[in-house]
């Protein structure tokens, strides 16, 4: 199949058609039907207490899925997510980033199926784990 985007394309791709979340995620890894990627924490993915919100962790693992499939199908504005389960399951590290490691578990021509782990940089225990589902929109 093949790689139809670069993380460089991806990243410029994602801050032209997001504007609102430039400078907040970065690409660590990609390859086929996977990717990994990082969310610069800052003060307003921050919840009381300190510690990352849950739609802090949700739109990495959303954002996660999305670059995955669009390396794979090419730049696709309007591919939409359709379905999202996620289990929160410990507390983020205070004052680190957080990273997502996905994996494209089905590629097809409308839909796409990911899985999603997500720790706190330089631990090892998952804080959350999603697996999201998008719509890909018909070829033109």
Request: proline share 6%; glycine share 10%; net charge negative.
């Amino acid at each position: 199949m093949g790689l139809k985007m670069t993380s460089a394309e991806l990243a410029a791709f994602l801050d032209a058609e997001f504007p609102q979340v430039e400078g907040q995620f970065a690409i660590e890894d990609l390859g086929e039907m996977r990717i990994t990627t990082r969310l610069i924490v800052g003060e307003q993915h921050l919840r009381p207490g300190g510690t990352v919100s849950g739609p802090s962790i949700f739109a990495l693992a959303d954002v996660s899925v999305y670059l995955a499939v669009l390396a794979m199908i090419g730049p696709q504005g309007l591919a939409v997510t359709t379905n999202c389960s996620i289990d929160f399951m410990r507390k983020p590290g205070s004052g680190v980033d957080l990273i997502a490691e996905c994996r494209l578990l089905k590629l097809g021509r409308v839909l796409a199926v990911g899985d999603v782990l997500i720790h706190s940089e330089g631990e090892t225990a998952p804080v959350a784990r999603a697996s999201l589902t998008y719509s890909i929109p018909p070829a033109r």
